[in-house]
């Protein structure tokens, strides 16, 4: 028979010792129910504590024929509580199998016992107890709660699954412990006494209906009903000096630092830091300082509860001050009204929005996460987490509104930062809060023009979201387009009962504005041989989504469709193909490029705001450029967790003049090629006039070319913007921090390729490649685009696809087989071929059919 453990007990409680009728174990042969029976050994004993309250469990009193009275040294007290609970009986039904009257299992309202409390001076006063009200049963329904009464322990934070292991992912997210399920469960209920003057030196219980079992009785004196605590509060633990905090949780998911009587600790995270003094002029998304001493506590507790320090001390809630080693944080209780609106128009937009308080604390809309899941596949709120690899506790909370919200505020200045892509100017501002405080009002203002021109935005690879998080989480972040993959990662599949093939939306056709649009399309992989997005395609899914085993298919599938397979059909279906996250995983992507089947390559952002476009996937890309393969430049994410925001890295894709924005017209303008991959600034390319993705023929001999170009950035500051011409530099010029323009004339001799690259950092970030356009393409005559030593590495691809089709690839039925070695063999000849051609011989041929 366990005792209760409920972290600390209150000095402000003392209990009755009740000796009793019964001792729990006799219970057995009491005529108790058969499952109250069983759950004896559950039912708690010795020395407790439940609530913050101390309580002695030794002999109990078992009401259901007489009366019990004890005695006790006169004690004066505010409050006496009860730790007492009643056994199950069945509801009587009537002739049609229904209960009347209806009370409910519990026997709601049913006259359970009477107590008597009798006084040093000869009164008494006589409470009556009632099921569900004062007393539950030992075992509840679920909704059969009681209503003056709580269950035996108090409520407990509980760690996420992505914290700790956790054996039901679902509800560790809640975050939070109920702890009114037991095997056995007693009932507090606490008795306001009308006479707290007069000493009491006795109690009298008289059974009711049914069992009841009071197993013990605590006496207190405190300002208000010791079982209902205040609303969320806040407070700044200072640490000594040379300790560090580290939050680990005790058997009974108590933290072991600092713990609360009558409350409870809700969180302990180490303060974050933002310079407020600069903070409006400070850039987006800029992360906070870690506090090495200082630990925010968030708590709910009784306003008589006391802080139990580790070492000894105790601190009362109620009594924080400024000095001490606990501070008070103003607790944020004020609800007010933001609302973001766009400048000119006076119309509410939706954006990326972050608010905290003066110590740093993290102030969400009240219908938003408080606690935002880093975790993969456990991102299922409409929230942004941009913090730390190295450490989880550096982080910056962020969500995303439609235009308008409420959020509860503390008095005093909040700090508040919103955003909405690269053509807005996102605002940090400072606002007081004051106790008449309503609404707040932020103004917007686009600076950049980009979408006037016909440029639209998308993000080529996200994951996971709903279609309607991903249109919220789009707009908010100004991206025009969605691509939503579904997928199979083992034996899950995601994302696949929002595919149907047909509708976008968001779309004027589904409803919509058509101004934000989200596309349900699908990522189809191989963890050798590669992955592979198809966008936007029409009819039904094509699958198998995985191929090949783990870890992106089910151990045992065997290698059964390639990725230039299931480009061929994605085009069939009218759809857009681009390679993910390139160039990896680097294989048969290869033959897909040389057989033209693949539309785009996708520059990835994955989690990081600051690394920019990869150079390694630059040099991937520049080998296909150098043997005159055009392939646009995408930007995609690859959003899987919430620390990654949609459109961190993005697509600008121009459509044609006069077209209207769709879907479809964002596939064409992709593969017309006259687009640019950016993390913050906007390009404008051209080469003789020609636009990005253009062609330009030049006649023998070469020619000189007129390049023109425009960078503007209101987000990432520029740096430098180059020209790159086959791969190499060819022009570098510095740049002011909100961009600039120029032109430049460049000699070629051979056909060539150019496109423009834009370099660009914050001050206190490294330097990265921020911007990339798809090329201009030129055509000497009789000086084909032809790189031998690319070409190469090409052929070496391809001739491993097929090594790992020949091997160790888990191999399907043979004519499945053959098909796919024919293809990659088809592939190999085409590009082997056209070196002959070029006059390049070499000894590379296709590995020899192992079948």
């Known amino acids: 028979m366990p005792p209760i453990m409920d972290g600390p007990a209150s000095g402000l409680f003392r209990p009755i010792t009740l000796g009793g009728n019964a001792r729990l174990e006799d219970l057995n042969s009491a005529g108790l129910s058969p499952a109250m029976t069983a759950a004896l050994p559950h039912a708690p004993s010795g020395a407790c504590t439940a609530w913050g309250i101390p309580f002695e469990v030794g002999g109990v009193v078992l009401l259901r024929e007489g009366s019990f009275s004890v005695e006790f040294a006169p004690l004066k007290a505010r409050w006496l509580v009860f730790m007492h609970t009643s056994d199950t009986r069945p509801a009587a039904k009537n002739a049609s199998g229904f209960i009347r009257p209806m009370r409910g299992e519990g026997q709601l309202g049913e006259h359970a016992a009477d107590y008597i409390v009798c006084y040093a001076d000869g009164s008494e006063e006589r409470v009556s107890i009632r099921r569900r009200f004062q007393v539950g049963m030992f075992q509840r329904r679920w909704g059969e709660n009681c209503f003056e009464a709580v269950a035996q322990h108090k409520p407990m934070p509980m760690q996420g699954g992505e914290e700790v292991p956790h054996s039901d992912w679902g509800w560790s997210q809640t975050r939070v412990d109920p702890a009114d399920y037991a095997e056995w469960m007693n009932w507090l209920w606490a008795w306001e006494n009308p006479r707290p003057e ?22 207190g004196d405190v300002s208000a009903h010791p079982l209902r605590w205040q609303p969320r509060q806040k407070a700044c633990l200072r640490l000594p000096e040379g300790e560090s905090f580290q939050p680990l949780l005790d058997k009974n998911g108590l933290l072991q630092q600092v713990q609360l009587d009558l409350g409870q600790v809700i969180s302990a995270t180490p303060r974050l830091v933002y ?7 400070s850039y987006n998304n800029r992360m906070p300082e870690v506090s090495a001493s200082e630990v925010i506590l968030e708590y709910t507790a009784h306003p008589d509860a006391c802080f139990h320090l580790k070492g000894g001390a105790r601190v009362a809630a109620g009594q924080l001050k400024p000095e001490g080693e606990l501070q008070p944080v103003p607790p944020a209780h004020q609800p007010v009204r933001l609302r973001v609106l766009e400048r000119g128009s006076r119309r509410p937009v939706a954006v990326k929005l972050h608010v905290h308080g003066m110590w740093g604390e993290y102030l969400p809309p009240v219908d938003r996460h408080r606690i935002l899941n880093p975790a993969w596949f456990e991102d299922y709120s409409a929230d942004y987490l941009h913090a730390s690899w190295e450490t989880r506790q550096r982080r910056h ?14 008095q005093g200045e909040v700090y508040i930062e919103v955003s909405k892509g690269f053509e807005i100017r996102p605002v940090r501002k400072t606002v007081t809060v004051g106790p008449e405080t309503e609404e707040i009002v932020i103004e917007l203002e686009k600076v950049l023009p980009w979408r006037e021109r016909g440029w639209v935005t998308a993000d080529t690879h996200v994951h996971f979201l709903s279609p309607v998080t991903a249109m919220l989480e789009g707009a908010a972040e100004g991206v025009n387009v969605i691509n939503l993959l579904a997928s199979q990662w083992g034996e ?51 699958a198998p989504m995985t191929t090949g085993g783990p870890d992106e298919s089910a151990l045992g599938d065997p290698v059964e469709a390639l990725l230039t397979e299931w480009a061929r059909q994605c085009h069939r279906q009218d759809g857009l193909v681009v390679l993910p996250h390139f160039p990896n995983p680097r294989a048969e992507h290869a033959a897909g490029i040389v057989s033209g089947e693949i539309d785009a390559v996708e520059m990835t952002s994955w989690e990081n705001l600051y690394a920019g476009i990869d150079p390694y996937s630059l040099a991937d890309w520049y080998r296909y450029l150098n043997c005159g393969y055009l392939l646009p430049a995408v930007g995609g994410t690859d959003k899987m967790t919430a620390m990654t925001a949609v459109g961190t890295v993005r697509t600008y894709a121009r459509l044609e003049e006069g077209q209207a924005f769709t879907y479809d017209a964002w596939k064409q303008a992709v593969k017309r090629g006259e687009t640019f991959a950016s993390y913050g600034p906007l390009i404008e390319f051209a080469v003789n006039g020609a636009p990005m993705g253009g062609r330009i023929s030049l006649p023998r001999g070469g020619g000189t070319l007129d390049v023109t170009w425009a960078v503007a950035s209101t987000t990432v500051p ?48 490294p330097e990265m490649i921020a911007a990339h356009s798809t090329p201009v393409m030129v055509a000497v005559d009789g000086a084909p685009l032809f790189s031998e030593v690319d070409a190469v590495t090409i052929l070496e691809q391809i001739e491993g696809a097929l090594a790992y089709l020949d091997t160790v690839g888990t191999r399907a039925e043979d004519r499945a087989y053959r098909r796919m070695r024919l293809e990659l063999e088809a592939a190999h000849r085409k590009l082997h071929n056209r070196m002959h051609q070029e006059g390049h011989f070499h000894e590379h041929t296709p590995p020899a059919d192992h079948h």
């Open 198 to 219: 007069e000493a009491i030196s006795g109690l009298r219980f008289e059974p009711g209906e049914g069992t009841l079992v009071l197993s013990a009785v605590s006496a």
């Open 275 to 281: 310079d407020h003094d600069s903070w409006a002029g």
């Open 397 to 410: 909370n962020c969500t995303y509104i439609n235009g308008e919200t409420v959020l509860k505020l503390p």
């Open 492 to 542: 899950l599949m995601t994302n696949v009962g929002d595919f149907d093939g047909k509708n976008t939306w968001g779309s004027r056709e589904a409803g919509g504005e058509g101004e934000y649009l989200v596309r349900v399309g699908t990522e189809n992989r191989q963890h050798v041989l590669g992955h592979i997005s198809l966008l936007g395609y029409r009819g039904p899914i094509i």
């Open 718 to 765: 520029v740096s430098r913007v180059e020209l790159v011409l086959n791969g190499e530099i060819r022009e570098s010029v510095e740049a002011p921090a909100e961009g600039a323009s120029g032109h430049w004339r460049v000699r070629v001799e051979r056909s060539a390729w150019l496109a423009l690259l834009v370099r660009g950092h914050y001050a206190d970030q």
